[in-house]
């Protein structure tokens, strides 16, 4: 339940103490462009040093988590997701940096060199691989070529149309060519400083509820689950094979009240139903007891431009 502590900070959130690390993909309903709103309602204990913990059972594209981990000195860190694609990539990241910038820098010099129509070739027979290998789930792939999957996956990101992961309900990437002129595909100051970040992680694919037992009064957790749409055609699930419908929604904040019983502080992201129906309580109602802030986003993920604007999205606080 809300605590009486101050729910503001007053630095910029998104401003470290140096470079640090980003993400390293482009990923549909990042927070790079909310991390100074989340910095001004992060929970005081964070700031203050009496946090040491840190979990993110829905990590993404990881902007929170870097901005966190740049900023703040924490003693252990877990994250996870259902996405096994980003898993296997940030295990990479975190164990074979070195030999995933290799081949980073081998596909990257090859590409560089291909004409406009034999770079378009190259991009589908790499999605073609990347999808064929994907199917691999007795941990072979972990074990031989994990490094080659997670370059074909940077590729890809990098490559493909307005950067985007989406894949089909077979679980296969789909987004086409994006015929970019000369895009970074290997940057290899930034996986370095990702593989820093991750040392003292613990890293998870499952369930949100994976994060369960790690979590105590020590503890912030930042959960960020794919978002309830806010109307009947729009669809934030994009990077997941299986849905995250109102009943997942619900478990999720059953889950939410029970890491608030062990003393946890936390940050939950969802969409704000207000922005197309103002009678729709589903959020008010699920978080009752709790607090809950607007924060100002533009909606970018949208086929009519015209609906390309600022809207509002909610974080809900413990605090």
């Not at 669809?235 to 029970?258: H, I, M, T, V």
């Amino acid at each position: 339940m809300p605590g009486s502590y101050p729910t503001q900070l007053a630095f910029p959130f998104s401003h470290s103490r140096g470079p640090g690390a980003r993400p390293f993909l482009k990923w549909a309903g990042g927070k790079g462009q909310l991390l100074d709103q989340i910095g001004r309602h992060l929970p005081p204990e964070l700031r203050e040093g009496r946090i040491t913990k840190y979990a993110e059972p829905f990590i993404g594209g990881g902007a929170v988590f870097f901005s966190i981990a740049n900023r703040f000195g924490l003693r252990k860190c877990f994250i996870s997701d259902m996405n096994e694609d980003l898993i296997l990539a940030y295990r990479t990241i975190q164990q074979q940096v070195e030999a995933l910038i290799h081949r980073l820098e081998e596909i990257q010099r090859h590409y560089y060199g291909l004409t406009p129509g034999a770079r378009k070739e190259f991009f589908y027979e790499v999605r073609q691989k990347f999808n064929r290998a994907r199917g691999r789930s007795d941990g072979s792939l972990w074990r031989h070529d994990a490094a080659i999957q997670v370059a074909r996956l940077i590729f890809l990101n990098r490559t493909c149309f307005n950067g985007l992961y989406r894949v089909n309900s077979r679980g296969d990437f789909n987004v086409p060519f994006g015929n970019y002129r000369n895009p970074r595909i290997c940057d290899a100051p930034n996986l370095r400083s990702v593989s820093h970040s991750f040392q003292n992680a613990e890293i998870h694919f499952g369930d949100f509820t994976a994060c369960k037992a790690f979590v105590d009064e020590r503890t912030f957790v930042y959960l960020d689950p794919p978002y309830r749409p806010i109307s009947r055609t729009a669809s934030f699930n994009a990077y997941y094979k299986n849905p995250f419908d109102d009943a997942e929604q619900r478990r999720l904040a059953g889950f939410y009240q029970q890491l608030g019983s062990a003393g946890a502080r936390l940050m939950l992201s969802n969409s704000d139903p207000h922005n197309e129906n103002p009678q729709d309580m589903f959020f008010e109602e699920l978080y009752a007891g709790f607090s809950i802030h607007k924060v100002v986003a533009s909606r970018r993920i949208n086929s009519n431009g015209a609906k390309r604007g600022p809207i509002t999205e909610l974080l809900i606080t413990n605090y």
